[in-house]
Each structure stands twice: as structure tokens, then as C-alpha cells.
């Protein structure tokens, strides 16, 4: 049975991958700082903008807006360059992925918001802490402690808007 075709084009898209057999695909604090690091660095090269994030420790949401009809690139440049890395750091061999990346395409407004709820809510549902803003590795996160975000989402919506109702 064949896959259905992704819907590549340009505007805003939903990404997931996780580890190979639901594997940790982060272990110290120095893997998820190295995704980032790979995230911006593709985004620079694709022309993309960074959302939200989530990283948690067996797979990862982006929230990213294309500026052209690239989503397979960047992505092929971001999973495999971390497993790369992750695979030599751990000196292991083999598949990392569980399979290619799913994508869905953000289609209205209000679909995007409910997106970055489910993003930032994802540590919550999972048990790890007890509110928002409590896991270290979300956008929102970043944002709401005062930290300095990664450079790629500079741009990005989620930003503004909370950096706006802070003030």
C-alpha cells in the first residue's frame, strides 16, 4: 500500500519524528542543545522560520513556516545530521528513526494556536511537570523563564506574543 503524497508546500507545517522502537533520541543536555544547533542551522540554509518546539526525550514537535516548497529538505537535513551526531556520540549503528517524519500542514488560524497548545502541553500530558512552562525544552518555556531563545525562532509569533503580554 502506498503513502500518501506530503503536502509540501510553503506556509506553516506541524513535524514529528520519533527514536526507533520509541528509543531516547536525547540523553544530556548537550543533545538537545546540538538538535537546536542543527534546527537553526537548517532553517538558515531553507529559509524557515522556528514556531515552537517541543523536544522530549524519544521524539520531537517542530512548529515551523516554510518561506518555499522545501518541508523534505530541511527535514532530511535535520534528521539526518542529528542522528549523525547521535549515533557517533553513542558509537551505535542503525536505523535511529522510526520511520519519515510525519508532517501536517497548517491550514487556518485557529488550528495554529490549538497546535502550540498541544505543543506546550505535551511535557504536562506526558507526566513529566505539572504546568506549562516547567519543561525546559519548549519555546514557551524559554520565553515565560526569560531565557534567550535559539536564533531561528527570533521570528517567530509565539515570541512576540508573549514577549507583548509580559510587557
Same mark, same amino acid.
Given at each position: $500500500? %502506498?503513502?500518501?503524497?506530503?503536502?509540501?508546500?510553503?506556509?506553516?507545517?506541524?513535524?514529528?519524528?520519533?527514536?526507533?522502537?520509541?528509543?531516547?533520541?536525547?540523553?544530556?543536555?548537550?543533545?538537545?542543545? $546540538?538538535?537546536?544547533?542543527?534546527?537553526?542551522?537548517?532553517?538558515?540554509?531553507?529559509?524557515?522560520?522556528?514556531?515552537?518546539?517541543?523536544? $522530549?526525550?524519544?521524539?520531537?514537535?517542530?512548529?515551523?513556516?516554510?518561506?518555499? #516548497?522545501?518541508?523534505?529538505?530541511? $527535514?532530511?537535513?535535520?534528521?539526518?545530521?542529528?542522528?549523525?551526531?547521535?549515533?557517533?556520540?553513542?558509537?551505535?549503528?542503525?536505523?535511529?528513526?522510526?520511520?519519515?517524519?510525519?508532517?501536517?500542514?497548517?491550514?487556518?488560524?485557529?488550528?495554529?494556536?490549538?497546535?502550540?497548545?498541544?505543543?506546550?502541553?505535551?511535557?504536562? #500530558?506526558?507526566?513529566?511537570?505539572? #504546568?506549562?512552562?516547567?519543561?525546559?525544552?519548549?519555546?514557551? %518555556?524559554?520565553?515565560?523563564?526569560?531565557?534567550?531563545?535559539?536564533?531561528?525562532?527570533?521570528?517567530?509569533?509565539?515570541?512576540?506574543?508573549?514577549?507583548? #503580554?509580559?510587557?
Amino acid at each position: $500500500m %502506498s503513502r500518501k503524497p506530503r503536502i509540501d508546500l510553503a506556509g506553516y507545517h506541524h513535524v514529528v519524528n520519533r527514536g526507533v522502537n520509541r528509543a531516547d533520541i536525547f540523553e544530556t543536555d548537550a543533545d538537545y542543545e $546540538m538538535f537546536l544547533k542543527i534546527v537553526c542551522k537548517a532553517c538558515r540554509a531553507y529559509r524557515v522560520i522556528l514556531h515552537d518546539y517541543c523536544l $522530549m526525550t524519544n521524539h520531537f514537535h517542530l512548529l515551523v513556516e516554510t518561506e518555499l #516548497e522545501n518541508l523534505s529538505l530541511f $527535514m532530511k537535513h535535520i534528521n539526518s545530521n542529528y542522528a549523525i551526531y547521535f549515533n557517533k556520540k553513542t558509537k551505535r549503528t542503525g536505523h535511529f528513526w522510526q520511520g519519515r517524519f510525519y508532517s501536517r500542514y497548517i491550514y487556518n488560524e485557529a488550528y495554529y494556536y490549538t497546535l502550540i497548545q498541544y505543543i506546550e502541553q505535551n511535557p504536562v #500530558e506526558a507526566g513529566i511537570v505539572n #504546568e506549562v512552562g516547567e519543561y525546559p525544552y519548549t519555546l514557551g %518555556s524559554v520565553i515565560m523563564n526569560k531565557n534567550k531563545p535559539v536564533a531561528c525562532a527570533n521570528k517567530s509569533k509565539l515570541l512576540k506574543e508573549l514577549t507583548y #503580554e509580559n510587557v
